[in-house]
């Protein structure tokens, strides 16, 4: 795996969502409760996996942070 991002969100519940970077398979982006993965989603690309996050978490493109792989 390479590059990963990072973010949280605590509303409606506290979650952390990180999005990684397979190539060639595109970006992971997953969701975690208390430590356990509760949704996994395979994009294209960066935008279309920080698109999803922001409409189904509602995390802005801006609280992402890269975090070391």
């Known amino acids: 795996m390479g590059t ?3 973010a949280e969100i605590e509303q409606p519940r506290a979650m952390k969502l990180i999005i ?3 190539a060639p398979a595109g970006f992971y ?7 356990k993965c509760t949704h ?11 698109s999803q ?3 189904e978490f509602g995390v802005p ?5 890269q975090i070391p792989a």
């Open 61 to 65: 493109a801006k609280k992402w942070r």
């Open 53 to 55: 996050a922001e409409e």
């Open 40 to 50: 996994d989603y395979l994009q294209d690309t960066w935008d279309a996996a920080v």
């Open 20 to 22: 990684e970077h397979d």
């Open 4 to 6: 990963k991002w990072s």
């Open 29 to 35: 982006l997953r969701a975690y409760e208390r430590s």
